[in-house]
C-alpha cells in the first residue's frame, strides 16, 4: 500500500513538472510556407540592402534629367565696413597750406541681391545618352533585388523542407524504437521459455541501443533544422516553432520547350543582363560624345545700393543684365576620351557575352531542375514500392520468428530494410519538393 502511494505520489509530481514546464516554455507557433517566407522578406538584410540599392538607384534617375534643366542659384548679400580715425593731409586752395588732421569714424553698408540661372549641353547627346544610362541601371538593380528575392525564397523553401523531412525521420526512428521494443521483449519471451538463444536477447538489445542512439541524433536534427529556419526568417533560433503541412507531391505540368521561353523571358538574371547591356550602349554613346563641343549659355540679374529701402527700385535702377553664350571642346584631355571610348567598347563586348552567357546558364539551370524533378518522381514511385514491399517482408520475418523458423538476425535485417526504404522515401519527397522550388525559381516564378 505505501509502495503504491509513493508510486502514485511521484507520477503526480513528475506530470507536473512536465506540465510546468510546457507552460514555462510556451506553446511553439506553427508557421505555414508562405508565413516563413513573408517573415524572410520582411526581415533579411541582404534583400534590405538590395532594395536600398533599387530606391537608390531610382533616385539617381532624377540627377539624368537634372541635367537638362538650367541650375539656378540666388543671392543676398549685406556687408558693413567700419573705419577708425586715421590721420589725414588737406590742403587749403586759397591759402596753399597742408593742414594735418584725424578723420572720425566712418561706416560704410553695403547691399546686393543677384539671381543667376546657367546651363550647358554637350552637342555629342551625352545628357541624353546619360537618362538611359540612369534608367538601365536602376532596371538592372531592380533586377538584383529580385534575383535576391527569389534566392532567399529558395532558401527558406530549403530550410522548410528540412524541417519536415527530419520530423518525419524522427517518426520514422520512434516507429523503430517501438518495433525495438518489442522485438526485445519477444526475444526475452522466448529465451524464457527455452525457444532461443541468450545471444538473441543480446542482439536485440544491441539494436534497440542503436536505434534509441539514432533516435536521438534525429531528434537534434530536427533542432538544428528548426534553428536554421529561425535565421532565415529573422528570428531568435531559440524561438520555438512547428511547420504544419508534412512533404506532399506538389503538381508539376509544365513542359520543358514552355518553361524554357518562361525562363528567358522572366528570370531576374537575363533580365539584369539584357539591362546591363543597355547600360553599356548608353555608356558608349556617352563616351561618343566626348568627340563634340559642349553649348553653355549663362544669364544674370544683379542690383545693389547702400540702402536696402532701394530694393524696390531694382527693376529701375541700380541693376545689372548679364547674358553669355558660348560653343568649348577641349582640344586635349591627356588622352582621357580615347581611353573612355576604348573602355566603353569593351564594357559593351563584356556585357553582350555576359548576357549570352546568362541565358546559356539559366537554360542549364533549368534543365537540371526539370530532370531532377522527373527523377525525383520516379523515385517517388519505386520508394513507395519498396516500403510496401518491406514491410510484407518485416511482418513476413517477425512470424518466422515467433514461430522459430527465423533467426534474430534475419529478422533484424528485415527491420533495417523496412526502415531504409522508409527514409529512402522521405528522402525522395524531400528531392521532389526542393526539385520543383530550383526549377521555379529558374523560370522567374
Not at 539591362?275 to 545693389?304: H, I, V
Amino acid at each position: 500500500m505505501k509502495r503504491t502511494i509513493g508510486s502514485s505520489f511521484c507520477l503526480l509530481l513528475l506530470l507536473t513538472n512536465l506540465c510546468w514546464g510546457q507552460i514555462e516554455a510556451g506553446s511553439p507557433r506553427v508557421y505555414t510556407l508562405d508565413e516563413c517566407i513573408q517573415l524572410a522578406i520582411k526581415h533579411n538584410a541582404t534583400l534590405i540592402a538590395a532594395k536600398n540599392t533599387y530606391n537608390v538607384a531610382k533616385s539617381d534617375v532624377w540627377t539624368g534629367w537634372g541635367r537638362l534643366l538650367p541650375s539656378v542659384d540666388s543671392r543676398l548679400g549685406y556687408s558693413r565696413r567700419l573705419t577708425g580715425p586715421t590721420d589725414r593731409i588737406t590742403y587749403d586752395e586759397s591759402t596753399g597750406e597742408l593742414i594735418f588732421g584725424i578723420s572720425g569714424i566712418e561706416t560704410f553698408k553695403y547691399y546686393s541681391a543677384s539671381i543667376s540661372a546657367s546651363q550647358g549641353w554637350s552637342l555629342g547627346g551625352y545628357d541624353f545618352y546619360s537618362i538611359r544610362e540612369k534608367n538601365a541601371s536602376k532596371n538592372s538593380a531592380k533586377s538584383s533585388y529580385q534575383l535576391t528575392r527569389q534566392e532567399l525564397i529558395l532558401s527558406v523553401k530549403r530550410a522548410y523542407f528540412d524541417v519536415l523531412a527530419a520530423k518525419m525521420l524522427l517518426e520514422i526512428q520512434k516507429e523503430a524504437l517501438k518495433r525495438a521494443a518489442e522485438q526485445l521483449k519477444i526475444a526475452e519471451t522466448r529465451y524464457e521459455l527455452g525457444a532461443a538463444s541468450f545471444s538473441d536477447v543480446l542482439k536485440a538489445k544491441v539494436q534497440y541501443g542503436d536505434v534509441e542512439l539514432t533516435l536521438i541524433s534525429a531528434d537534434n536534427t530536427v533542432k538544428l533544422a528548426k534553428a536554421t529556419l529561425n535565421s532565415w526568417m529573422g528570428q531568435n533560433v531559440d524561438s520555438p516553432i512547428d511547420v504544419e503541412e508534412n512533404l506532399s507531391i506538389p503538381e508539376f505540368h509544365y513542359s520543358y520547350e514552355n518553361a524554357l521561353r518562361e525562363s528567358l523571358g522572366k528570370n531576374p538574371n537575363v533580365k539584369k543582363a539584357h539591362f546591363d547591356l543597355r547600360s553599356a550602349e548608353a555608356q558608349l554613346g556617352m563616351a561618343r560624345s566626348g568627340l563634340f563641343p559642349n553649348f553653355n549659355l549663362y544669364g544674370s540679374y544683379s542690383w545693389s545700393n547702400v540702402d536696402l529701402d532701394e530694393l524696390k527700385y531694382s527693376r529701375q535702377r541700380d541693376y545689372e543684365w548679364f547674358l553669355s553664350a558660348s560653343i568649348s571642346f577641349n582640344i586635349f584631355e591627356n588622352f582621357q576620351r580615347k581611353y573612355n571610348l576604348s573602355y566603353a567598347k569593351a564594357n559593351l563586348n563584356t556585357t553582350g557575352e555576359n548576357l549570352r552567357q546568362t541565358k546559356r546558364d539559366v537554360a542549364l539551370e533549368l534543365k537540371r531542375a526539370f530532370l531532377n524533378v522527373q527523377e525525383a518522381n520516379e523515385k517517388i514511385d519505386l520508394t513507395k514500392k519498396k516500403v510496401k514491399s518491406a514491410q510484407e517482408d518485416l511482418d513476413l520475418m517477425q512470424e518466422k520468428y515467433n514461430l522459430g523458423a527465423a533467426n534474430i538476425l534475419e529478422l533484424l535485417d528485415a527491420e533495417v530494410s523496412f526502415k531504409q526504404a522508409e527514409a529512402d522515401q522521405v528522402q525522395a519527397l524531400y528531392d521532389y519538393n526542393l526539385a520543383v522550388a530550383q526549377f521555379e525559381k529558374a523560370i522567374g516564378k
